[in-house]
């Protein structure tokens, strides 16, 4: 099996600075896109501090086995990437708290992950926050997560069109992040990777811009990844730029 992946992040036309990370570690099979908040400097640290700590946990994790002692309690709803994921996004959260206690600048700070941790032709998705995955299959574009925010609980509870959120004052809010809070449900899902399969995993820097329709042309067309990566980017600062975006684009060669 055979990843080849590409990324950009861009700080946008109105941000003064990038609170958006990233990583991508083929090596490992793991992709995470956080997109941090918080004053100061404190969307970036939180950003940073997850992904180094969710990449940390899935390089001390790599062979774990079920009944093997772990470092936060197994849960059997997931496998074990599941569980490895859950690591990574705990101790995290737990760093992050750690700190904001180190440091009274950064209250409020927190970020949201997406992450996928690719082995063979499973692939294992954790988010928290409304970074999204995509997988694009066949000739349609899926969103893989749902986005923990207010104005995708008003869209579900039937109060708010997609459109009429995408205009909405609370769009950028949040429902769950990483922020160092006690409360951290994390619900790991898998899906098995069919030959033509691409993944993509994003800030809501581009998902705030950009209709699914319109990342789906994008992502469709018979451009190299980095060109994919790249066009997604200039079409969000073409629609004004008006935040952080960040595009991992993924694809596996399944034999
Ligand atoms: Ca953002």
Redesign the pocket.
């Known amino acids: 099996m055979q990843i080849s992946w590409a990324a950009r992040t861009d700080r946008g036309l109105r941000r003064s600075q990038n609170?958006?990370t990233y990583c991508a570690k083929p090596d490992l099979g793991l992709f995470v896109v956080a997109?941090g908040?918080g004053g100061y400097a404190g969307g970036e640290v939180a950003s940073r501090l997850a992904v180094e700590q969710i990449q940390q946990a899935i390089e001390t994790t790599a062979g774990l086995r079920r009944d093997d002692s772990w470092p936060v309690p197994f849960d059997n709803r997931s496998g074990i990437d599941g569980n490895r994921l859950r690591v990574g996004f705990t101790r995290a959260n737990t760093r992050i708290a750690q700190e904001i206690k180190a440091s009274e600048k950064l209250r409020g700070m927190g970020t949201t992950v997406v992450a996928i941790l690719v082995s063979g032709c499973k692939v294992t998705l954790a988010h928290i926050g409304d970074s999204r995955a995509y997988l694009y299959r066949g000739t349609a574009l899926r969103r893989l997560t749902k986005d923990h925010s207010w104005v995708e609980e008003q869209i579900r509870a039937g109060t708010l069109t997609e459109a009429e959120a995408r205009r909405h004052p609370w769009r950028?809010m949040v429902t769950r992040a990483l922020s160092g809070s006690d409360e951290l449900p994390i619900d790991p899902t898998e899906l098995e990777f069919e030959a033509g399969d691409r993944l993509l995993l994003c800030?809501?820097?581009l998902t705030a811009v950009l209709e699914d329709s319109e990342i789906q042309r994008v992502v469709a067309a018979p451009v190299d990844l980095q060109g994919v990566c790249d066009e997604l980017v200039r079409q969000a600062n073409a629609a004004g730029g008006p935040?952080?975006v960040t595009t991992v684009v993924i694809d596996v060669a399944v034999k």
């Open positions: 609170e958006d997109d908040m950028n800030s809501d820097g935040d952080n």
